[in-house]
Structure formats: structure tokens, C-alpha cells
């Protein structure tokens, strides 16, 4: 039992040592905030603007199953282009 | 006709754009984290605390070029799902597999370690952080290995099977795809030019630094660790492109015909070191190939074989389907025009697969499965007109392949001065301006050399999306050319604003810290 509680406190230790890695290493940055926000904004237009607005993924969103998809895809490659 | 040309050219731009733009990060990390793992390690050995100032500068700039370049490739496989469906569902899971490891194995390794690199010098033990620069740079390595297989096996297509039911490849060994070949030599060989961009650049700042007078001692360290990695890396890439070379010359010999402006083969073909291409040359003329030639006698012979006798099909030998087989042995296989035909039969049976399919005619079925498989390997060819279609832009990839080899060249050259100089005459390098400015030059150089090796590989395989299967106009989506250049104009903006950002970033944090003294660091 106390062997379970100990393991169960080496855990919760290690929980709390990556979680103080990260919450540290963020408040102490100094160049790494200006590249943080960068990221940031980056991603929101990759994923966000560009992802949902410009790159709908074709066969996805215009055909509901893999087989509509290989149809279609089959109608395609069928003829000469 | 014309709208789809628009539409595959704006689409090809648009992904070269990303491409060569995701590629200006990424060998830098490749490079600068086996440097930086290096300065590392010696700390460790010697916690010396220059060895540690030395390692936090150029970790903050690894830091600056990954957190910019970081995500850039992901707009590739958006791309792939919108301007390139046919293609996407065809290759099936033989693309997918590898970029999927490669998504899993880059998070887990890279996000983990990074972090325990830039915020734990405080937290871990030094054993643990410097296993953790060197597992980054590991990831990243591991990541680029992935990417590379999927690459390669749209340049030589293998270990998969056509189902025409779904529509799709399916693979059938995946060790195949993994260690073919192509992916083996594409591997090293960009991996290690990485080594060499990221020494380049080290040596390039650190003669910034020379030339300013400030922090020299920390710039002639730097200058010593970068020149071996950079030596190193450059001998490494030599070597493998000379594998790389007699690999194209079995699985995409029109790509080496292409390299070399080379229209009709000869035993003991030379090989062109400087020469201007007649711009009116094409394969159904007899105009010479070259406005100017000086060439190597046999060179290119034993560049694809190894025998500076060998034949070496041109343009229009693999056009009439002479051919060099594995073994080295010149054949005569089917010509393209031949290919044509047979690729036309393929797409004829998949026309009376799909006619019995909807038939539920199980039986006709499997006698189009079999006409298909009989005739898959031409079934790109059948979307061409004519044998010329499948050439590529010879003239851009005879220059691209010139300027990489010929920087290649000057950078065996460039780090044995560099050596040299630092080791032996260590006040002309931190003294001669001029010998600094080139050093500084270089930076961009290396750079024209990486994204050079990128355009001779890729324009070189052109017209296809996955070599002798799917020209690029059957891979491309149903899709209106507009919006494709609408994308594209908006990635040229995002881009170059990253760009400025970080070459601004890096500017300003490499001018901050060459004003105070590196050497006196702590953790």
C-alpha cells in the first residue's frame, strides 16, 4: 500500500516536474515570446484561414464515401486529359 | 486544353513555391543540430563555461530558424488534398504511411526534446539535456528520412500494387518503399548537404563576428567545430550524389539525359563541366545541343556506371527505348512511343473494369484486372500526345544540376582553406577582410546550392507526379485555376513575410549578443 503511494507520489512528482519545465521556460523567455507569438500567428493561418477557408480537402468534401471517391477518381483517370 | 495547363502550372508553382520555401529552414536545422550537439558535447566533457556560451548562441538561432520554419511543410499536404486529389487518392496509403510516421515520430521527438533544450538547462541533469540536443536534432533527421521516402517513391514507384476497384496503389512491402534505392541515396545525400549548409553558415556568422572584432575567440571555435562537420558533409555529399547519379541513371535515365543537355548517347560519353545549351535544341531537331562545350572525356560514362566506357542513352536513345539495365548492359527496351500505346491499352481496360463493374460482371471484371496489371507500368504514358511530353525542361535542369555541383565544388575547397586557415594561419582568418566577406557570401551560396539540388531533382523528373504512372496533368484536381492562383500569391505573401521575420530576428539576436561576451556564460 504505501509502496502504491509512493509510486502513485513519483508520478505526481514527474507530472508536476514536466509541467514546471514548461510554465518556467515560458516565463523566463526572452527572445523565445517574440518567436512564440510568431508561431502562434502562423498557425492560426495555416490551420484556420488557409485550412478551412482555401484547402478544403477535394474528394472529402465533395463525395461521402471511398467508393464515390475511387468513382470519381476513376472517371478521371478514365479519360484522356 | 489550355485551362488545364493553367491549372497544372499554377498548381506545380504553387507547391515549388512552398517547397522551396519550407527548404530554407529546414537544412539549417539539420545542420546546425549536429554543430550545436557537438559544442555541446564538449561542454559536457570539459564544463568549460566558453564551450557553454559558445553552445547557447548558436542554440538560439537553431531555436529561431525552427520556430519560423516549423508547420511550413504541412501547406505541402494541404496541397496534396486540394489541388492534387487524383493524386492523393491514387498513390493511397503508400504516400500517406510514411508522412504519418513522420508526423507522429516529429511531434513526439522534436516537441518533447526542444523543450528540454531551451527550458531545461536549470531542471536536468547536463547528461539529460545534451541527450536531448542530440535526440532534436535525431527527430528532425528522422522526420527529413520519411519525407524523403515518400519523395522518392514518386521518383521510382515500388513495393505496391494497383487495385483499379478502389482505385488506388496498395502496398505490398513496405520495406520496399522504406529502403529503396532512390530513398537511401536521396536520404544521405540531403541530409548531409544540411550538414554543409549549417556549417557554412556558422563559419559565415562567425566571420561577422571576426570581421566586427568582437567575441573572436568564440567565433574561432565555432569556425573549428562548423569546418570539420562542414568537411565532413561536403565529402559525404559528394560521395552519395555520385550514388545518387548511377541510381538516375538506371530508374530516371531521361532525368540524367536531361542533366545533361544530352540528346544522343555514345560508349564513353563525356561529361560537360561548363557549357551554354543552344536554346532552339529539342528532340525532333538535329540542331547541336551546345552553344559552347567544354566536357571531360568519359566523364559521364563513369558518373552513371562506373565504366568510363559504358554507353549512355541521350534523350532521343530513350525515346527510340535504348536503355541501361541494372547490371549496366545498354538494351533495347520499349520506346516511348510504343509506351504510349500500351499505356492507352492499360486505360482501356479500365475502361471495361469500370464498364463490368457496374455490370457486376465479376468474370469481365478480372480480365480487365489482368489487361491493367499487364500493361501498368506504361499506364502514365497513356496520357501523353507524344513522346516529346515526356522531357523535361532540359535547359533548366542542366543549369540547376551545373550551379549545385559547381558550388559543391567550391565549398571541398572553401572548408579545406577554412581548415587550414583556422588551424595553421589563424591571424590572416581573423584579420583579412576579404577572406571574411567571402565567408560572409558563402552563407547565401550554400543556400543557391541546396535549393539548386532541389530543382534538378525535381524538374528533371518532370512530366511526372509518380514516375511512368500519373503525369502531372492526370494528378491534378477538377478544380478552377483561379483559386489556385489566388493561394498562390497569398503563400508568396506569407512566406516572404516569414522570411523577413526571420532573417530580422536573427540579425537583430546575432548583433545583441556579438556586443556582449559569449564566453561568460552560465546556466
Keep these: 500500500m504505501e509502496k502504491a503511494i509512493e509510486n502513485k507520489d513519483k508520478r505526481m512528482n514527474l507530472f508536476r516536474r514536466i509541467v514546471d519545465l514548461y510554465v518556467d521556460g515560458f516565463r523566463n523567455m526572452t527572445i523565445g515570446k517574440t518567436l512564440w507569438i510568431l508561431i502562434l500567428i502562423k498557425l492560426f493561418i495555416i490551420f484556420v484561414v488557409l485550412k478551412v477557408l482555401f484547402f478544403p480537402n477535394f474528394l472529402k468534401s465533395n463525395f461521402n464515401n471511398d467508393a464515390d471517391r475511387a468513382q470519381h477518381v476513376r472517371n478521371e483517370l478514365m479519360h484522356d486529359k | 486544353m489550355n485551362d488545364l495547363m493553367s491549372l497544372v502550372d499554377w498548381s506545380r508553382a504553387q507547391f515549388a513555391l512552398t517547397a522551396i520555401y519550407h527548404w530554407l529552414f529546414v537544412p539549417l536545422t539539420l545542420g546546425l543540430a549536429v554543430i550545436v550537439g557537438i559544442m555541446e558535447t564538449i561542454y559536457y566533457k570539459t564544463r ?52 504519418a510516421v513522420e508526423g507522429i515520430i516529429a511531434f513526439f521527438m522534436e516537441s ?32 527529413a528520412f520519411w519525407i524523403l521516402v515518400a519523395n522518392s517513391w514518386m521518383q521510382y514507384p515500388v513495393g505496391m500494387k494497383f487495385d483499379p476497384e478502389q482505385m488506388r496503389n496498395v502496398m505490398e512491402s513496405f520495406s520496399a518503399v522504406a529502403l529503396s534505392p532512390v530513398a537511401l541515396n536521396k536520404f544521405f545525400h ?127 536513345d530513350l525515346i527510340d527505348g535504348i536503355e541501361i539495365t541494372q547490371n549496366g548492359d545498354t538494351v533495347h527496351n520499349v520506346s516511348y512511343a510504343d509506351r504510349i500505346a500500351l499505356g492507352k491499352q492499360a486505360h482501356e481496360a479500365l475502361k471495361a473494369f469500370d464498364t463490368a463493374k457496374k455490370k ?108 511512368g504512372l500519373m503525369p502531372n496533368k492526370a494528378a491534378i484536381s477538377d478544380i478552377p485555376s483561379s483559386s489556385v492562383v489566388l493561394t498562390f500569391f497569398i503563400f508568396a505573401v506569407i512566406f516572404t513575410a516569414l522570411l523577413i521575420a526571420e532573417l530580422s530576428i536573427m540579425f537583430k539576436q546575432i548583433s545583441k549578443r556579438s556586443k556582449e561576451n559569449i564566453d561568460n556564460a552560465k546556466i
Excluded at chain 2, 52 to 66: A, D, P, S
Excluded at chain 2, 224 to 247: E, H, P
Excluded at chain 2, 368 to 380: D, L, P, S, T, V
Excluded at chain 2, 458 to 465: F, M, S
Design chain 2, 48 to 99: 568549460d563555461a566558453k564551450w557553454l556560451g559558445t553552445t547557447k548562441f548558436w542554440m538560439t538561432l537553431f531555436g529561431i530558424n525552427f520556430a519560423i520554419g516549423v508547420a511550413t511543410g504541412i501547406i505541402l499536404e494541404f496541397e496534396f488534398g486540394t489541388n492534387w486529389s487524383n493524386y492523393s487518392w491514387f498513390v493511397g496509403d503508400i504516400f500517406g504511411a510514411p508522412l
Design chain 2, 112 to 143: 518533447t526534446f526542444i523543450a528540454v533544450m531551451f527550458f531545461g538547462w536549470k531542471k536536468v541533469g547536463p547528461g539529460f539535456h545534451l541527450a536531448s540536443t542530440w535526440l532534436t536534432g535525431l527527430g528532425a533527421t528522422i522526420s
Design chain 2, 190 to 316: 540531403t541530409v548531409l548537404s544540411g550538414w554543409t549548409l549549417g556549417a557554412v553558415f556558422v563559419i559565415g556568422v562567425s566571420a561577422w563576428f571576426l570581421l566586427k572584432k568582437r567575441n573572436n575567440e568564440m567565433a574561432i571555435r565555432s569556425i573549428k567545430i562548423a569546418s570539420w562537420v562542414g568537411l565532413a558533409g561536403i565529402v559525404l555529399t559528394i560521395f552519395t550524389g555520385d550514388g545518387s547519379a548511377k541510381v538516375v541513371s538506371r530508374v530516371q535515365p531521361m532525368k540524367l539525359a536531361a542533366m545533361e543537355g544530352l540528346y544522343h548517347g555514345q560508349c564513353g560519353q563525356s561529361i560537360t563541366a561548363f557549357g551554354i545549351l543552344n536554346p532552339n535544341k529539342c528532340c525532333t531537331n538535329n540542331e547541336n545541343e551546345y552553344l559552347l562545350n567544354i566536357s571531360m572525356p568519359k566523364g559521364l560514362s563513369f558518373l552513371a556506371t562506373g565504366d568510363p566506357n559504358a554507353f549512355v542513352p541521350g534523350i532521343n
Design chain 2, 360 to 467: 457486376g460482371d465479376k468474370a469481365a471484371m478480372d480480365i480487365a484486372r489482368a489487361a491493367i496489371e499487364k500493361n501498368f507500368q506504361y499506364f502514365g504514358y497513356g496520357y501523353l500526345d507524344s513522346p516529346s511530353e515526356a522531357v523535361p525542361n532540359v535547359p533548366m535542369t542542366f543549369y540547376a544540376f551545373r550551379v549545385m555541383v559547381t558550388l559543391g565544388g567550391y565549398f571541398l575547397l572553401f572548408f579545406v582553406v577554412v581548415l587550414f586557415l583556422v588551424y595553421k594561419k589563424k591571424s590572416i582568418l581573423a584579420d583579412n577582410k576579404w577572406l571574411q566577406w567571402i565567408a560572409i557570401l558563402s552563407i547565401p551560396a550554400v543556400w543557391i546550392c541546396s535549393e539548386a539540388g532541389w530543382i534538378t531533382a525535381e524538374l528533371g523528373r518532370q512530366p511526372w507526379a509518380i514516375e
